[in-house]
């Protein structure tokens, strides 16, 4: 009897705790079970992610919570309701919570996971660590901040630290900031992505990734240029890439012995081809006879070749310009280059004045 007395308050406290560790073995079948459903919802893959961060700091709180309960409802329910307990009790929750904040601050998160694939940013594997470095310094930073405050500390002269601190970084780090911010801007307007062919600055070649920092621009060269974001965010930027087509402009040079019969014929036969050529619009084509230059008559030709790739731009360019030789053939002329003519006038003779005679 004496040990029944002794073991019956306990009983009820027990059965609490037990049924917590039998939730917390449960816990990985059913609350991670969910998550993994939810996280199929979602646009990207992100239910391992979640699924890792919730796992283990959700079973520490559900083992806090079934300890802190049972010993609440035992005899030594007095142990609990001391500050320190209390204090300890709350300062460990906060800590869970921040754990599973600290989880999803990875260098595969779900909120950067989440932009790039609505925005089709393409991000770099050191750029997203970056971020997970700075996020998980925040982390840490507020669970500091929110543990100290729970024990009563007064955090308004942590929180002025780290505000004057972050003045005097913002002040060492301008530089380096613009060119972050002007990489957030570059990554939502997507003026340009990585493989287009762009030109500014006096720089011609193509995107090969974009960072917080700096773009880098591979020149036909073959050389590697850094441009720093701040300088691309404030300069033009011509995107050839975007473009929709080619526009192709030829001024051909016939030779002056051309008469006006073969001019038209030229003429004619050369917008001919073009209207039935399927790489070129019909639309803005022109073909005229444009002026009399000083050693050639200039025809002004210009159309626009339905294609974006430069090499299929250069096939379609060759083969006018082939077409361009066959047609002077079949008109009977030729192309004219720069001559200049050179006329000697031959001079009188001179008379020459008779000798005097003595």
Not at 294 to 319: G, H, M, N, P, Q
Request: glycine letters at 6%; hydrophobic letters at 45%; charged letters at 15%.
């Amino acid at each position: 009897m004496e040990v029944e007395r002794v073991i019956e308050p306990w009983l009820v406290p027990l059965g609490i705790f037990v049924s917590f560790i039998v939730f917390c073995g449960l816990f990985h079948f059913i609350f991670i079970t969910l998550l993994r459903f939810l996280g199929h919802k979602l646009p990207v893959d992100a239910d391992i992610d979640l699924s890792k961060a919730f796992d283990h700091p959700a079973r520490v709180m559900i083992i806090l919570g079934g300890a802190f309960l049972a010993i609440s409802a035992s005899p030594k329910a007095a142990i609990v309701a001391q500050p320190f307990v209390a204090h300890l009790f709350h300062s460990l929750m906060i800590i869970c919570c921040y754990w599973i904040a600290y989880n999803l601050c990875t260098g595969t998160n779900l909120l950067i996971s989440l932009l790039t694939n609505k925005y089709s940013w393409q991000i770099d594997e050191t750029i997203s660590a970056s971020f997970a470095t700075a996020f998980h310094a925040l982390v840490i930073c507020l669970c500091f901040a929110s543990v100290v405050s729970v024990w009563g500390f007064d955090i308004s002269g942590f929180i002025a630290g780290l505000s004057i601190g972050g003045l005097a970084f913002s002040l060492a780090a301008k530089d380096s900031l613009s060119n972050i911010f002007a990489g957030i801007v570059i990554l939502v307007d997507k003026p340009f992505t990585v493989g287009d062919w762009i030109a500014c600055n006096n720089i011609e070649g193509t995107v090969e990734s974009i960072s917080f920092r700096s773009t880098n621009i591979r020149t036909f060269p073959q050389a590697l240029v850094y441009i720093p974001n701040s300088l691309l965010s404030t300069t033009p930027i011509i995107n050839y890439s975007r473009r929709g087509k080619y526009r192709l402009a030829i001024t051909l040079g016939v030779t002056y012995s051309t008469t006006g019969t073969q001019m038209e014929e030229l003429v004619a036969k050369i917008k001919d081809f073009l209207m039935n050529d399927p790489d070129v619009y019909k639309e803005d084509l022109s073909v005229n006879f444009d002026n009399l230059n000083a050693s050639s008559l200039d025809v002004r030709i210009v159309c626009y070749c339905r294609t974006t790739d430069f090499d299929t731009y250069c096939k379609s360019k060759e083969k006018i310009n082939l077409a361009l030789l066959h047609i002077m053939e079949e008109v009977g002329t030729s192309a004219a280059f720069p001559s200049t003519s050179v006329y000697i006038e031959k001079a009188p003779a001179v008379s020459q004045p008779e000798p005097k005679q003595n």
